[in-house]
């Protein structure tokens, strides 16, 4: 059960955007933004406050990969793993971010929750590939070594 605090900020976001069905998908993209996950209880909450029914609201949420259920770490890190990256050797800068955070692709979430790792198809960014970015800062260029002292800053920061 999340404490009052959250549903008095799901009011502002629904206050923001206005009750109506169409706000569904900005006021979602704004609890996760606030959050960096979308708590399902709060998915539920803002589905009776717009007025559809719950199998709706997570028929979208689910639709579309950007949100997540889970909550995330501080650092959301995203490996690109398209052709570009993929063939520019991202699989083992996915590794060594595994290998110094202690997790795994089953289990990406640090238990401190200051780390999340995460593979994409594409970042958009093929030029620079191999690319990853850290909470939408891009990090072009990198190299196992170069991802494991980004991991070294970010605990220092």
Known sequence: MLDQGYYDKADEI???HGAYQESLIPIIQDIQSEYR??????????????????????????????FSFEPK?????????????????SIPILERLYS?????????TTDDMLFTVETVSC???CGLAPVLTVNDTVYPKMTPDAAAELIHELRGA
């Open 14 to 16: 629904v206050a923001s």
């Open 37 to 66: 996950y979308l708590p399902p209880e709060l998915l539920s909450y803002v589905a009776e406050k717009i007025g559809i029914s719950e199998a709706k609201a997570y028929s979208v949420a689910t639709f579309y990969e950007n």
């Open 123 to 125: 970042l958009g960014a």
């Open 73 to 89: 770490g501080k650092y959301v890190i995203k490996v690109c793993n398209g052709t570009a990256c993929h063939v520019r050797k």
């Open 100 to 108: 110094e955070l202690g997790i795994s692709g089953e289990k990406n």
